[in-house]
Nanobody
């Protein structure tokens, strides 16, 4: 069983930065890739970024490319999402996920509880 715990969310002004962290425990052999998703009120959950544990290959959604960066620390079993130049439309609950597939075709199987990010205008 994989457990994921997110942290680092909060309230920030437009143009500000936040860094989300995800601590993974009970890592399974099938969870070769980690990722971030987000869900805004009234909208479907959408993919943000993914990274593979071994090689560190990354893939970012077009909506965040150039502003967000996913990274990982294998020694700590942790994944991060550095978010810069934040916009009000980035406001959402951000979820960490673990699963399979390459970064560009991430298939999540486990989810964290989510952390709220609010960007004020």
């Amino acid at each position: 069983q994989v457990q994921l715990v997110e942290s680092g969310g909060g309230l920030v002004q437009t143009g500000g930065s936040l860094r989300l962290s995800c601590a993974a425990s009970g890592r399974a052999s099938s969870t070769v890739t980690m990722g971030w998703f987000r869900q805004a009120p009234g909208k479907e959950r959408e993919f943000v970024a993914a990274i593979t544990w071994v090689v560190g290959s990354t893939f970012h959604a077009d909506s965040v490319k150039g502003r967000f960066t996913i990274s990982r620390d294998n020694a700590k079993n942790a994944v991060y999402l550095q978010m810069n130049s934040l916009k009000p439309e980035d406001t959402a609950v951000y979820y960490c996920a673990a699963g399979s597939g390459v970064a560009g075709r991430f298939r999540p199987g486990y989810w964290g509880q989510g952390t709220q990010v609010t960007v004020s205008s």
